[in-house]
């Protein structure tokens, strides 16, 4: 707790786990909140659908249906097996998945790669603005360290 | 080779503490759930996954095509391997946005901390500029008062 800007950094990564643990929290930067905050309706859709199906839950209930499907036709749990071994019909439905999850993976890569270019605007833009602000501190030295000159000249006149 | 110069593996790297807050956050506050995604994703992503699975797929057919063996269980042409790819297919894809929704949530928290940090450098920047603005007029003000000196002594005759 020797630096003065300890207890400063501490609150920038406590509200950073804050947003972190909660995804609809207001955010800070210009490119996440023109991502997230101003998205338009498919785009929203598009950030629920893939967090779903990229979730444990969904997972690990594919996982249980899976194995029930397999467990009710393999050992006939019920009098009718509408999909005998080698399981077909099964083969079919996860193939359907795969099929839209395909899409929906390049769905979310393509909203991630737009998010990565807008980012990168946002980058050019600020460095615009620190190279400004740089000339402008540079420009006030310069003015300065004439004044210093000029004092000088001014010592060495009245000294002479 | 001096001591200090360390090369770390990935691995060594990865089990490191970071210094980074948002790598913080991340890997070394990492829920179980996500810490799990991460495995998976590095198991699924690698190349000891292809080449198991590359022998594990030549071994089903070997087994299941040659007629020296007995108890075939899959024949010509393969339905249950079929099956088999299927699954991996529809595993893969939740996987694998698993840890591109993670990479997002990374991304979010990286450009909220640049935010933060940003505008702690703009604050400083404003402040260097007053500074030295203010020390521009300083150095005005003592050119000021040696013009002035220098004016009040030389009408009246030399005194030094």
């Not at chain 2, 070394?28 to 198991?52: K, M, Y």
């Not at chain 2, 099956?83 to 993670?102: E, K, Y």
Request: aromatic residues 8%.
């Amino acid at each position: 707790m020797a630096q003065a800007d300890a207890p400063e950094s501490h609150a920038v990564v406590h509200r950073l786990r804050q947003k972190h643990r909660n995804p609809n929290a207001a955010h800070k930067h210009p490119v996440n909140k023109a991502h997230y905050e101003e998205a338009s309706r498919g785009a929203r859709v598009a950030d629920q659908v893939s967090a779903a199906l990229g979730s444990w839950p969904f997972i690990i209930i594919q996982s249980v249906l899976l194995l029930a499907w397999a467990a009710v036709n393999y050992w006939g749990l019920f009098v009718r097996h509408w999909d005998p071994y080698p399981f077909i019909l099964l083969n079919l439905v996860l193939s359907f998945q795969a099929t839209y999850a395909g899409p929906i993976v390049l769905l979310a890569g393509n909203r991630h790669a737009q998010k990565d270019r807008i980012t990168l605007e946002h980058m050019a833009d600020e460095a615009d603005k620190g190279e400004e602000q740089i000339n402008r501190i540079l420009v006030e030295i310069k003015k300065n360290t004439d004044l210093t000159l000029r004092i000088l000249k001014e010592l060495e006149a009245e000294s002479a | 080779m001096s001591a200090d110069v360390k090369i770390t593996t990935a691995r060594e790297r990865v089990a490191a503490k970071h210094k980074h807050p948002v790598n913080q956050l991340f890997h070394d506050e990492a829920t179980l759930g996500e810490r799990v995604a991460d495995h998976a994703a590095a198991g699924i992503g690698s190349w000891w996954f292809l080449i198991i699975q590359s022998f594990l797929i030549a071994i089903w057919v070997t087994l299941n095509s040659v007629e020296f063996f007995t108890h075939r269980w899959d024949l010509y042409p393969f339905i249950l391997l079929n099956l088999m790819f299927t699954i991996q297919a529809a595993f893969t894809g939740p996987v694998l946005l698993l840890s591109g929704n993670r990479q997002a949530q990374k991304d979010r928290l990286r450009l909220e901390h640049t935010a933060e940090v940003a505008e702690v450098a703009e604050k400083a920047t404003v402040e260097i500029l007053k500074e030295i603005e203010r020390n521009t007029e300083a150095t005005l003000q003592v050119l000021e008062h040696l013009k002035k000196r220098r004016d009040s002594k030389s009408p009246s005759g030399a005194q030094s």
